[in-house]
């Protein structure tokens, strides 16, 4: 109801304003070229920003300071802490990054769009900009009519720069001829009452034009202009740092729930710094006029001082706000629970895809491999109890024999219902959510996909052919006959070998012990051809099974070698851990058929 | 020159060609000695009395392990004798 009342009436507002006053019309012009030219940076940065921001991210962001150093960096780069808090959430979405990791580059952020008052008061109102913003408009956009992906990307980049000066420069232009029209500064309230009306108004603007970094270059250039008092000034900065947490917010809708969260910390730290501001207004402002002696700057020189103060305020918040990160993380997460609706809570469902990690291809990307494993998880629950054997017992050290003589229960469990409440959600999500991303992304991401889609079937197939091969190793686990029972034990104990060779390649670091690994699963592999190998002929030859046995001994061993078939490489996809070198010297030390036969002849010699 | 044939040429200028492959010999290097270790301390143990059933299982990551050094020594063979080939046809084409 607000959202439909409060868009007309802010256009209407505009429209009368740009109606009694032409230069209020070019301010506000200024206003709308700066927005759209941190739009076109924003799109400039997102180019580059997949790869390169995941690779960072890995080594950066370990430490908590690291992870705030991550956040002044970037956002001083990129000139946009709402870009930079939105691609957070979209990482941590994606479970690339903690909680506490994503508020340390939230708060780093905090510090870095502070370097965006010191361009402007001590560049942008210095040196005539908007000559520069010309030629980079004209290249800019000459560039973003090229075909080459990082051509575009600079285009946008330096389109965007482009929009921002001369954005500055009407600004400034504006607030110079309101002079002489209207004095705003007559509208100046003084004290507390001042510094809580124009908090509330800073906060107002960046809500409505959902940028600090456009409310402070307002700000400055009004203050340049002399149109707002020093006192005003800061408290409207104040506002814009409480009021851009509404991007964050807006950017989290589309989240999963540690992304709420995120966007809850923006807002908790803001509103907190923002308020030790406020009652610390007069201390902060002394060590703004003692910081700018210090450095240089003229005691007149309101906007560089706006400059400074923004700076300390912000860095205050973040150091005092360091010791209770550990609380706030508590906090968020008994906050924001996970609701489970009770009719959902026996079905299980994608837990990382969601619209925020859509923001890069590197995070859909990785989204959608994280959710795989989820799948593989609720799989290898599925397996393990098809085939009878306990989870906990595959994953220890206990010896195979034992763990199949320690079945999961008496009867087996309807893999038919396991299938309806722990995969089919999720795979039929991750098939989806994989068709939405790859429309978006960039051709070097479409293979990697691709393998991830196919190991996702790979996953499919093999619970498939466990409820395939259930039946008949129910059976005759239990039979008399010592031979057949043998057999399905075999199965049931290569089977589970596999499994613990999967749990050991997914959690171990050491590289030449996954090679070991997955060459000696794809070997054991192969022996499930029990015609090959010669063991059916010597059951039936020396009447040891009946005939219905051997057929389906010949059935379900083949079941088993498509099970491991489909786990192997569905493993070397998702749990090979290392750079592009490791995964292509994978792909050329794998195990081949050859290497296989040559193995099983000198086994047989030996 | 296209984007494609600048980028090409850069890359060549700069060596980054070079650097993968080099960096995969590195690596390749890494994963044999790492093997070669393993080979060294299965076959210790498998000096050491042990029963059937470890001695059976060793032997397997023994002969597999045999395998995997057998590959990569290939692997390594291959990516030397690229490299002396550049070299090479480096060397020629300054001359």
Known sequence: ?606 | MSIKKFIKNAKESLGLDELKKSSKKKSLKVLLGKLEVRKEKITKKLEKKADKKTTKELKEELSIIKIQIKKGEKLLGKLEKENKKTEKLDKSKKG
Not at chain 1, 85 to 103: D, H, K, R
Not at chain 1, 526 to 547: C, F, H, K, P, S
Not at chain 1, 575 to 603: H, V, Y
């Open chain 1, 1 to 606: 109801m607000l959202k439909k009342i409060l868009l007309p009436t802010i256009l209407g507002i505009l429209a009368y304003g740009f109606w009694i006053s032409p230069d209020f019309k070019e301010i506000a012009a200024g206003v709308a070229i700066f927005l759209f030219g941190m739009l076109s940076l924003e799109e400039g940065f997102k180019v580059f920003s997949g790869g390169l921001l995941e690779k960072l991210l890995k080594r950066s962001t370990d430490k908590l300071y690291k992870s705030i150093g991550f956040g002044v960096l970037t956002t001083t780069i990129m000139q946009s802490s709402s870009l930079v808090s939105v691609l957070t959430i979209s990482f941590l979405g994606a479970g690339l990054i903690g909680l506490t990791q994503g508020i340390g580059i939230i708060f780093g952020a905090n510090i870095g769009t502070t370097t965006g008052a010191w361009l402007v008061a001590g560049l942008g109102l210095k040196v005539k900009i908007s000559a520069y913003a010309m030629p980079m408009l004209v290249f800019g956009v000459i560039l973003i009519f090229q075909k080459a992906k990082t051509l575009k990307g600079i285009g946008y980049v330096l389109a965007g720069l482009g929009f921002l000066f001369l954005g500055i420069h009407y600004m400034k232009e504006g607030f110079e001829a309101f002079k002489s029209t209207i004095d705003l500064s007559a509208f100046a309230v003084e004290g507390f009452k001042g510094l809580f009306i124009f908090t509330g108004i800073g906060i107002f603007a960046t809500v409505v034009m959902q940028s600090s970094h456009a409310t402070l270059v307002l700000i400055i250039t009004a203050l340049a202009a002399g149109q707002i008092t020093y006192e005003n000034a800061l408290a409207l900065a104040i506002g814009a740092n409480v009021g851009t947490t509404i991007t964050a917010i807006i950017g989290s809708l589309s989240s999963n729930i540690d992304g709420k969260r995120l966007a809850g910390a923006h807002l908790i730290f803001n509103v907190v710094t923002g308020l030790i501001a406020i009652i610390f207004i007069h201390q902060i402002m002394s060590a703004v006029d003692y910081t700018s002696t210090y450095v240089g700057i003229a005691n007149d020189d309101y906007t560089l001082k706006l400059a400074v103060f923004h700076t300390i305020f912000n860095l205050i918040g973040v150091i005092v706000m360091i010791p209770f990160i550990g609380k706030l993380v508590s906090f968020l997460e008994s906050r924001f629970g996970q609701e489970i609706r009770e009719e959902d809570a026996e079905y299980d469902s994608i837990k990382y895809l969601n619209d925020s990690v859509l923001e890069l291809p590197a995070t859909a990307l990785a989204a959608i491999k994280r959710e795989t494993e989820h799948l593989y998880d609720n799989a290898f629950e599925i397996i393990a109890h098809g085939l009878n054997l306990k989870r906990g017992n595959i994953i220890s050290s206990m010896e195979l024999d034992d763990v199949i003589a320690d079945p999961y229960s008496a009867k087996g469990i309807d893999m038919d219902e396991f299938y309806t409440y722990k995969i089919k959600g999720i795979y039929g999500g991750i098939i989806d959510f994989s068709t939405n991303a790859q429309s978006q992304m960039p051709p070097e991401y479409i293979e990697e996909l691709y393998q991830i889609k196919l190991s996702n079937r790979d996953i499919v197939e093999a619970i498939k052919d466990t409820k395939h091969l259930q039946k008949n190793l129910l059976k005759y686990t239990i039979s008399t006959n010592e031979n057949i029972k043998k057999q399905y034990d075999d199965i049931r104990k290569g089977l589970a070998d596999l499994l613990r060779t999967i749990h050991t390649i997914r959690t171990t670091q050491e590289y030449d012990e996954i090679v070991t690994l997955l060459a000696k699963a794809r070997i054991h592999a192969e022996q499930y051809d029990v015609i090959a190998n010669g063991t059916l002929d010597d059951l039936i030859r020396n009447n040891l099974i009946t005939n219905e046995m051997a057929t389906s001994l010949m059935n379900d061993s083949t079941y088993a070698h498509d099970i491991s078939k489909n786990l192997i490489e569905m493993a070397e996809v998702l749990f090979i851990k290392g750079d592009d070198e490791t995964m292509e010297l994978n792909e050329e030390l794998r195990i081949t058929e050859d290497d296989i036969e040559q193995f099983i002849e000198e086994k047989g010699q030996k």
